[in-house]
């Protein structure tokens, strides 16, 4: 069964840290483009950052430049998301979602193969 399964969310306090991991199961990443995206309560679900195949090309929205990186392990067959400097604001469901190609980019909206199924990020004091 192909599955991407998302884990390291949590409670965290503003200012804090957490870092996600989007695992594959099923399948090898080494021929997908990683997107995270997240969802707020009450609005659409929205990229967040990505990641090429092979690591060399990445993403992010303006709302997390600076303080998220996202990188991966092929040989783990992970990929991760690290959150800095977390506000409120960036409380939401985070997912992960694979993209088959091994061409320098990622995306972060349409198209995405396989998603999973989230895991929870709250900031809040």
């Known amino acids: 069964q192909l599955q991407l399964v998302e884990s390291g969310g949590g409670l965290v306090q503003p200012g804090g840290s957490l870092r996600l991991s989007c695992a594959a199961s099923g399948f090898t990443l080494d021929y997908y483009a990683i997107g995270w995206f997240r969802q707020v309560p009450g609005k659409e679900r929205e990229g967040v950052s990505c990641?090429?195949?092979?690591?060399?090309?990445?993403n992010y929205v303006d709302f997390v430049k600076g303080r998220f990186t996202i990188s991966r392990d092929n040989a783990k067959n992970t990929v991760y998301l690290q959150m800095n400097s977390l506000k409120p604001e960036d409380t939401g469901v985070y997912y992960c979602?694979?993209?088959?190609?091994?061409?320098?980019?990622?995306?972060?909206?349409?198209?995405?193969?396989?998603w999973g199924k989230g895991t929870l990020v709250t900031v809040s004091s």
């Open positions: 979602a694979a993209w088959g190609s091994v061409a320098p980019m990622c995306r972060m909206g349409y198209g995405m193969d396989y």
């Open positions: 990641i090429s195949s092979d690591g060399g090309t990445t």
